[in-house]
């Protein structure tokens, strides 16, 4: 008996990988930075010793995100058409992974906040639970479209990535499909570590924020005393054929404001639960 298992890779990780051969082809540049979430991590931790209740952490990333990706719809909020032109969008529709129960298993699957800059804590909490709890329909974008999530990963490879390169150059299908800006919290599978861990990944949409782990640290007053803070390891992919540097340096200056003492006591946000 050899001293090793055989398996097969699955259709959905064959379609994970036309889908990341594809977003290979933008001209993706990460920056990396750091997000003092103290605050926020005390009135979720104030709010649950209170109610009981555990609100999702990527529900408090994607308000924020999504307030700050309005403040900058150009060029953040945006999606390529081909090399020629790009397509700015009022509504933020924001992509990210959640796991829900298929056939007795936990699966990550592909679920979209639309129009995320316009709803609350409370709002996108509870879509997002009724929707691991499959109580919210996945969002597929056309008529039919449900059919062809489940025929898709068993296309021949030619035909699946033929459709997603129709889907990728078309701004308007992807934004049904995809949303406009993606949001990915698989680095945060790591929790607390010793250090920050980014998360470096590829994404078809023009900016994504990627979450990495949360670093417990001790900082050193003017007054001689140490503070416990919480630090947020973040990343942020954008297409560097739309966004340039400075754009992006200023998004990223507004969402960590937001983060870190923006959402605490805005109407939208903790106030909201």
């Given at each position: 008996?050899?001293?090793?298992t055989?398996?097969?890779?699955?259709?959905?990780?064959?379609?994970?990988?036309?889908?990341?051969?594809?977003?290979?082809?933008?001209?993706?540049?990460?920056?990396?930075?750091?997000?003092?979430?103290?605050?926020?991590r005390?009135?979720l931790?104030?709010h649950?010793?209170?109610?009981?209740?555990?609100?999702?952490?990527?529900?408090?990333?994607i308000?924020?995100?999504?307030?700050?990706?309005?403040?900058?719809?150009?060029?953040?909020?945006?999606?390529?058409?081909?090399?020629s032109?790009y397509?700015?969008?009022?509504?933020?529709?924001?992509?990210?992974n959640i796991?829900?129960?298929?056939?007795?298993?936990?699966?990550?699957?592909?679920?979209?906040?639309?129009?995320?800059?316009?709803?609350?804590l409370?709002?996108i909490?509870?879509?997002?639970?009724?929707?691991?709890a499959?109580?919210?329909?996945?969002?597929?974008?056309?008529?039919?479209?449900?059919?062809l999530?489940?025929l898709?990963?068993k296309?021949?490879?030619?035909?699946?990535?033929?459709?997603?390169h129709?889907?990728?150059?078309?701004?308007?299908?992807?934004?049904?499909?995809?949303?406009?800006?993606?949001?990915?919290?698989?680095?945060?599978?790591?929790?607390?570590?010793?250090?920050?861990?980014?998360?470096?990944?590829?994404?078809?949409?023009?900016?994504?924020?990627?979450?990495?782990?949360?670093?417990?640290?001790?900082?050193?007053?003017?007054?001689?005393?140490?503070?416990?803070?919480?630090?947020?390891a973040?990343?942020?992919?954008?297409d560097?054929?739309?966004?340039?540097?400075?754009?992006?340096?200023?998004?990223?200056?507004?969402?960590y404001?937001?983060?870190?003492?923006?959402?605490?006591?805005?109407?939208?946000?903790f106030?909201?639960?």
């Amino acid at each position: 008996m050899e001293p090793f298992t055989i398996k097969k890779i699955s259709q959905m990780a064959k379609v994970i990988d036309d889908y990341t051969t594809e977003a290979k082809s933008k001209n993706t540049i990460w920056a990396f930075g750091a997000a003092d979430i103290t605050k926020a991590r005390i009135a979720l931790r104030a709010h649950k010793a209170k109610t009981q209740e555990s609100i999702s952490f990527t529900a408090f990333l994607i308000a924020c995100y999504a307030r700050s990706v309005e403040k900058h719809k150009y060029p953040i909020n945006t999606l390529r058409k081909k090399k020629s032109e790009y397509y700015i969008f009022d509504e933020v529709d924001v992509s990210t992974n959640i796991e829900r129960n298929i056939d007795g298993v936990r699966k990550p699957v592909n679920y979209t906040v639309r129009n995320a800059h316009t709803k609350t804590l409370r709002e996108i909490n509870d879509e997002i639970r009724a929707a691991q709890a499959g109580m919210i329909k996945l969002t597929t974008g056309n008529k039919g479209g449900k059919k062809l999530l489940k025929l898709f990963p068993k296309l021949p490879r030619f035909i699946r990535k033929w459709i997603i390169h129709r889907t990728f150059i078309n701004p308007l299908q992807k934004k049904k499909l995809l949303g406009t800006v993606g949001l990915t919290a698989a680095g945060m599978m790591a929790k607390s570590t010793p250090e920050l861990g980014y998360a470096i990944f590829m994404t078809p949409h023009t900016s994504a924020l990627g979450i990495g782990s949360i670093k417990t640290s001790y900082v050193l007053q003017k007054d001689g005393s140490t503070v416990e803070r919480e630090s947020l390891a973040v990343t942020f992919a954008f297409d560097h054929a739309v966004i340039d540097g400075g754009p992006a340096a200023r998004f990223l200056e507004d969402l960590y404001f937001v983060l870190r003492d923006g959402c605490v006591e805005a109407d939208w946000c903790f106030k909201s639960l």
